[in-house]
T-cell receptor
Framework: AQSVAQPEDQVNVAEGNPLTVKCTYSVSGNPYLFWYVQYPNRGLQFLLKYITGDNLVKGSYGFEAEFNKSQTSFHLKKPSALVSDSALYFCAVRESDYKLSFGAGTTVTVRA | DVKVTQSSRYLVKRTGEKVFLECVQDMDHENMFWYRQDPGLGLRLIYFSYDVKMKEKGDIPEGYSVSREKKERFSLILESASTNQTSMYLC???????????????FGPGTRLTVL
């Protein structure tokens, strides 16, 4: 079974509206969780991570994510989406010292 | 800023050819990784190297080999390319895991390989 799941292949929102990209995980213990973004024809860029501490993590480009242990979730959020946020988003969980497991990705489209 | 570069953005090869994908990082990172990215499958780890001349298989090593002769360079080799190896290949690097919070991997721009 996959360690991390992104239940939505696509998310479509209007510019200025809140954006949420969902992620759930299934590793045991305390998870290390990550969000990466991939713009068209580019490599992955690190957005944010949760290691320990505050459940609300703030990252690059105005994104934040909330770690919820009881729901085993780590949803990515942005209060007001921009057209330039249109990209492919990946959630990842650390499975071992050398392995990150990635979700299948969620394509976000923000319409003007 | 960390910079990870890959030798080609696009590559077209024929079935049976030997293919070399090169990755170079400029931050003295000990760990380096090769992934392939396919639609609907996310990223899958092919091989990783935790230091020079050290390598470990990832989840899908079949049909691939790697070489790490220098710290900054990690090469992925397709000994005999096949059409099912058509994919986007991403290289990443990371500082060795000594301090909590250094898990972040930094990615190159990717090489889109087409095998005909």
């Amino acid at each position: 079974a996959q360690s991390v799941a992104q239940p939505e292949d696509q998310v479509n929102v209007a510019e200025g509206n809140p954006l949420t990209v969902k992620c759930t995980y299934s590793v045991s213990g305390n998870p290390y969780l990550f969000w990466y973004v991939q713009y068209p024809n580019r490599g992955l860029q690190f957005l944010l991570k949760y290691i320990t501490g505050d459940n609300l993590v703030k990252g690059s480009y105005g994104f934040e994510a909330e770690f919820n242990k009881s729901q085993t979730s780590f949803h990515l959020k942005k209060p007001s989406a921009l057209v330039s946020d249109s990209a492919l988003y990946f959630c990842a969980v650390r499975e071992s010292d050398y392995k990150l497991s990635f979700g299948a990705g969620t394509t976000v489209t923000v319409r003007a | 800023d960390v910079k990870v570069t890959q030798s080609s953005r696009y590559l077209v090869k024929r079935t049976g050819e030997k293919v070399f994908l090169e990755c170079v990082q400029d931050m003295d990172h000990e760990n380096m990784f090769w992934y392939r990215q396919d639609p609907g499958l996310g990223l899958r780890l092919i091989y990783f190297s935790y230091d020079v001349k050290m390598k470990e298989k990832g989840d899908i090593p079949e049909g691939y080999s790697v070489s790490r002769e220098k710290k900054e360079r990690f090469s992925l080799i397709l000994e005999s390319a096949s059409t099912n190896q058509t994919s986007m290949y991403l290289c990443a690097s990371r500082i060795n895991l000594r301090v909590l919070g250094t898990d972040t991997q930094y990615f190159g721009p990717g090489t889109r390989l087409t095998v005909l």
